[in-house]
């Protein structure tokens, strides 16, 4: 059964702090781990990852994906409160055209 | 612009009634998906398609049905075998399985 698998499900910091969140993945024929944050309806875009090892980066957040343990990470450094979201990864896979979306990761930043 | 427009924003379904989620794009994407969100919760999928006059069942097709008779347009029927309807639907389309883009999203309630 192909899956996506996120955690924590939750998770409360407070600003300046550095969080990680991370996702696990089994799925057939993997192509691609995509990462999105949900502050109130629909999903923005973060990145998307093909390739093992090669950090992407956008201001203070980044990805990694590793296909060899079937896992990424997020990373957020210097948490603000607008970073307070659900962070949602999505595993895509070739042929068929489909993405399966783990349970996100809901991030209270606190002042 | 170029985007996914859903509509309307908030349905109400009485019981025993049909009703019709709508999402357009202009994106020119050949793949199409609906995907159902409850509280808490990350995004399942419930019917998505690559090609006009396509379509697959996702993970949660039961109570629901689709058509694609325009690149543009893939509608979402929500139907009286549907008992338990109350979620946020979330249209997105896609190109060549790159990232999903989404809309804006429809919040179904029961009256």
């Known amino acids: 059964e192909d899956k996506v698998v996120q955690s924590p499900l939750s998770l409360v910091v407070h600003e300046g702090d550095t969080v990680t969140l991370n996702c696990s993945y089994e799925v057939t024929n993997f192509r691609s781990l995509l990462w999105y944050k949900q502050e109130k309806k629909a999903p923005t875009f973060l990145f998307m990852l093909t390739s093992s090892g090669i950090e992407k980066k956008s201001g203070r957040l980044s990805s990694i994906l590793d296909k060899k343990e079937l896992f990424s990470i997020l990373n957020i450094t210097a948490t603000q409160t607008g970073d307070s979201a659900v962070y949602l990864c999505?595993?895509?896979?070739?042929?068929?055209?489909?993405?399966?979306f783990g349970s996100g990761t809901k991030l209270n930043v606190k002042p | 612009d170029g985007g996914i427009t859903q509509s309307p924003k908030y349905l109400f379904r009485k019981e025993g009634q049909n009703v019709t989620l709508s999402c357009e794009q202009n994106?020119?994407?050949?793949?199409m998906y609906w995907y159902r969100q409850d509280p808490g919760q990350g995004l399942r999928l419930i019917y998505y398609s690559q090609i006009v006059n396509d379509f697959q069942k996702g993970d949660i097709a039961e109570g629901y049905s689709v058509s694609r008779e325009k690149k543009e347009s893939f509608p979402l029927t929500v139907t009286s075998a549907q008992k338990n309807p109350t979620a946020f639907y979330l249209c997105?389309?896609?190109?060549?399985?790159?990232?999903?883009?989404f809309g804006s999203g429809t919040q179904l309630s029961v009256l």
């Open positions: 997105a389309s896609s190109m060549y399985s790159e990232k999903l883009f």
């Open positions: 994106l020119n994407h050949d793949a």
């Open positions: 999505a595993a895509g896979q070739y042929n068929f055209n489909k993405f399966y």
